[in-house]
């Protein structure tokens, strides 16, 4: 796992506001900030991955979040669009990404760019079932996602049978996931482009294991 900064009630609620996670109102062109530090974090574990798995000559195992090609669609606009047309809370963001990487718990498995992006549809849709006071169904938030509605359902139940559907976490945990991701903007330096995602976008979006993605990100930081 992350080596995490330490319980600190007046930091967490600091990077809690600094993440965007209490915007209650948004414009077109509104987006909170934890879009673009998660798109960060998750196009460099992406990148020291493969990098990791080509060096060590492994060839991952697939599963049924992985897809022919990666989507042409980058992480961070392919976030935008999630956050726009679905309309779930920022926090669903951080939530998702710690039910990633509880799915990526299993030995073997690496979040990569061929599944990066269903992971988070996924992880992200079952945030705001779980959170939010409404959301959509499976059939909308598929086309979002740029998927079947079929591979969504089949996406969802994957994923809540592998994370023994542990879908509560306490605000412990979800305060040490925001201070990390906070972290992520003090050492890499990230800026912040404002963009809009157009739904025809990823349109045509193509088809897209695990021990933990804290943990491979973590090992590959450390070569």
Known sequence: MWNLPP????????????????????????????LLLLSSFLDRAVQNNEKLLD??????????????KAPNLGMQRYMERIYKYSKCSPSCFVLGLVYMDRYLQQPGVYVTSLNVHRLLITSVVLAAKFIDDAFYNNAYYAKVGGISTREMNRLELNMLFCID?????????????CLQ????????????????CALVDINNLDDTKCRSLTQRHAEVEGL
């Open 7 to 34: 319980d600190d009630e007046d930091l967490c609620t600091e990077a809690f506001l600094s993440l965007g996670l209490s915007m209650s109102e948004k414009g077109a062109n509104d987006f909170p900030r934890v």
């Open 55 to 68: 060096s060590k000559k492994v060839k991952e195992p697939l599963t049924v979040f992985h897809g022919l």
């Open 165 to 177: 559907f542990r879908l509560k976490v306490d605000v412990t945990t979800f305060g040490k996931y």
């Open 181 to 196: 991701l906070e972290k992520e903007a003090t050492i890499y330096q990230v800026e912040w482009p404002i963009k809009a």
